[in-house]
Nanobody, 127 residues
Framework: QVQLVESGGGLVQAGGSLRLSCQAS????????MGWFRQAPGKEREFAAG????????YYADSVKGRFTISRDNGKNTVYLQMNSLKPEDTAVYYC????????????????????WGQGTQVTVSS
């Protein structure tokens, strides 16, 4: 089992940047592929970015590709989401999630396939 705590959200103007962090505790962090998801009011939770267990593979939703970068530091049990060129449509609660069922180079994009979730951190982008 793993516990996840997100941080780094806040209010930013369009075009600005934020860096989200997700600190994990519990089982060995490198046992998990990690994902960042987001959920805007009235919308379903959607995949934003994912990273494989040792960081060798990353995958992005088309809506964030080229603007967001996911990375991880297994020594610090932390996964990051660097968000640049933010847009008002990026406004959402951002969640990190962990999954131990994928192969070493795997990343899943479906929320229901992740095992553990953090509590979320709010990101608001003003126009």
């Amino acid at each position: 089992q793993v516990q996840l705590v997100e941080s780094g959200g806040g209010l930013v103007q369009a075009g600005g940047s934020l860096r989200l962090s997700c600190q994990a505790s519990g089982r060995t962090f490198s046992a998990y592929a990690m994902g960042w998801f987001r959920q805007a009011p009235g919308k379903e939770r959607e995949f934003a970015a994912g990273i494989s267990r040792f960081g060798g593979y990353t995958y992005y939703a088309d809506s964030v590709k080229g603007r967001f970068t996911i990375s991880r530091d297994n020594g610090k049990n932390t996964v990051y989401l660097q968000m640049n060129s933010l847009k008002p449509e990026d406004t959402a609660v951002y969640y990190c999630a962990a999954d131990s069922t994928v192969p070493v180079m795997g990343v899943k994009r479906i929320p229901d396939e992740y095992e553990y979730w953090g509590q979320g951190t709010q990101v608001t982008v003003s126009s």
